[in-house]
């Protein structure tokens, strides 16, 4: 009896041991990688919305009095209208990005304080660029991913008004119109965050030359409101990445 217990716990110890062995044979199987946390890629892909601020200067548009219709020089020089001011607005643009380099399609409309005067022998003039908009293309090249330099270009649409009185013969002159013209220009913008950008920006306006004809449509001048303006401007921007990026293996 005695040897047969002995016999089958020798058995069991040896069925455990070769168990023992076996799992101990078995490869170890490695741990799960951790997700790798990488940072948002940033874009400058994307609408926007802002607001700016600016100072806008006209000089050496000259005050000349012709006769109406016949447009012969009473007096080729009345002065020059040398104004300036300062103007503020709201803009909204998309921006497409490929590489290093930024497309875009940015408007804009500004509420304006550009006033000058000139005073004559004949005639005293004022005049004022009330508001002013411009619709333009951008072209932009990232100096860094967060840091851009741009050209931009396009339409221009002032509102300007124009006045003179003088001395007899000279009746009042009083003109408030519309117009049409291009705009170009360049800057800067940086990127502070996924959402939010600052710029500061150049523009020069020309809304080319009108004749503008007195009240008794006996004299007329030639108008010319070009104007340059630099302005400083904070964008928002939507749709960019708002946190970090979880790679999952």
Do not use: C
Not at 83 to 109: P, R, T
Not at 198 to 211: A, F, H, I, P
Request: charged content about 10%.
């Amino acid at each position: 009896m005695f040897l047969r217990k002995l016999l089958l716990a020798g058995v069991a110890g040896s069925s455990l041991f070769a168990a023992g062995a076996m799992a101990a044979d078995l490869p170890v199987r490695a741990p799960a990688p951790a997700p790798v946390i990488m940072a948002p890629v940033f874009t400058w892909t994307g609408f926007y919305v802002g607001a700016n601020v600016g100072y806008g200067m006209v000089q050496g548009d000259r005050v000349g009095i012709r006769t109406f219709p016949a447009n012969v020089f009473v007096n080729p020089v009345q002065g020059s209208v040398d104004g300036n001011g300062v103007f503020g607005g709201i803009q909204a643009g998309y921006n497409i990005q490929y590489g290093s380099i930024v497309f875009g399609l940015e408007a804009d409309a500004q509420l304006s304080g550009i006033r000058g005067t000139a005073t004559g022998n004949l005639v005293n003039t004022r005049a004022s660029i009330d508001w002013f908009g411009t619709l333009r293309g951008r072209l932009g090249y990232l100096i860094t991913p967060n840091l851009m330099i741009y050209g931009t270009a396009g339409g221009a649409m002032t509102d300007v008004n124009y006045r003179w009185t003088g001395v007899a013969p000279f009746a009042p002159l009083r003109a408030s119109n519309e117009r049409f013209g291009w705009t170009a220009g360049g800057g800067l913008e940086y990127a502070v965050n996924n959402n939010w950008s600052v710029k500061g920006e150049y523009l020069y306006v020309s809304t080319g030359k009108n004749r503008l004809v007195n009240v008794a449509q006996t004299h007329s001048t030639l108008e010319t409101q070009s104007f340059w303006a630099v302005r400083l401007g904070v964008n928002y921007r939507f749709g960019g990445p708002s946190g970090p990026v979880v790679a999952k293996y």
